[in-house]
């Protein structure tokens, strides 16, 4: 097992799900948590609506807030959006950017992906920038190229360890049940990070990467142990606190 100086990073996206009962699950995650000596680092992204009403629940607990998506501007006439210091006010620390469902149903291309993650540090949030081929791209032999490019355009040349995260998150993994094998995703960490030291140098080494797609209580321990794995970006299991601590019992602390 490698060795780390860094916590990994568990990080739950609740996507479009949650209504303000859900407050019992972040206080179930609170308590399993609660007295735990050694932990990795904890995050939960729910819907915008629901960040002000747990940042109450999670005050004085080791777990992290943080949002889905924002826009590039500060404040303005963009209707129905949500910009990073609105996130910061409302008690995230994190913000999720270049997510493929963003990119697929908003057409989010790489250059607002970079300014996204820009405006997030603007407002004092990390950044979680996510990247990951699909099917096809995999299947016409284009996952690095792919890859490549989404690092080259989406993740800006400012990216440290101290305020971003890199998620790989092979498309055709995401919801649907299939996980890359262990094999797949050693491969693709490694070529990523291979990509990341060439665009920001000594930066890129240390820049945590997590894996993401149909990662659950039954296989993260396998997935959080892989070499090259700093982490993990959870979806549907970080909706019941059990199944998410689950997951963190699976995490490597640092050392």
Not at 72 to 93: I, R
Not at 116 to 124: E, L, M, S, T
Not at 233 to 248: P, R, W
Request: net charge neutral; hydrophobic share 45%.
């Amino acid at each position: 097992m490698d060795i780390v100086t860094t916590p990994q990073l568990i990080a739950g996206n609740w996507k479009m799900n949650g209504l303000l009962a859900a407050r019992g699950e972040i206080a179930a995650l609170a308590a399993g948590l609660k007295g735990r000596a050694r932990l990795p680092e904890v995050l939960v992204c729910p819907p915008a609506t629901l960040l002000h009403g747990f940042s109450g629940a999670v005050a004085g607990t080791p777990i992290k807030l943080g949002g889905q998506t924002c826009h590039t501007a500060a404040a303005g006439a963009h209707t129905g959006d949500v910009s990073a210091e609105m996130l910061k006010d409302a008690g995230a620390s994190y913000v999720i950017v270049g997510h493929s469902e963003r990119r697929t149903d908003h057409n989010e291309a790489n250059a607002l992906v970079a300014a996204q993650a820009r405006a997030a540090w603007r407002a004092g949030l990390s950044a979680i920038i996510c990247i990951g081929e699909s099917e096809a791209q995999r299947s016409a032999g284009q996952m690095e190229k792919t890859l490549a490019d989404q690092i080259a355009y989406s993740v800006p040349s400012e990216t440290t360890v101290a305020n971003a995260a890199v998620a790989y998150e092979p498309i055709w993994a995401i919801g649907t049940g299939k996980t890359a094998s262990l094999d797949d995703i050693e491969g693709a960490h490694a070529f990523i990070r291979a990509r990341l030291e060439a665009s920001l140098g000594p930066a890129g080494r240390s820049v945590r990467l997590l894996y993401g797609g149909s990662v659950k209580p039954s296989n993260a321990k396998e997935i959080l142990s892989t070499r090259g794995v700093d982490g993990v970006l959870v979806g549907g299991a970080s909706l019941k606190a059990a199944d998410f601590l689950a997951i963190v019992d699976g995490a490597r602390v640092a050392v």
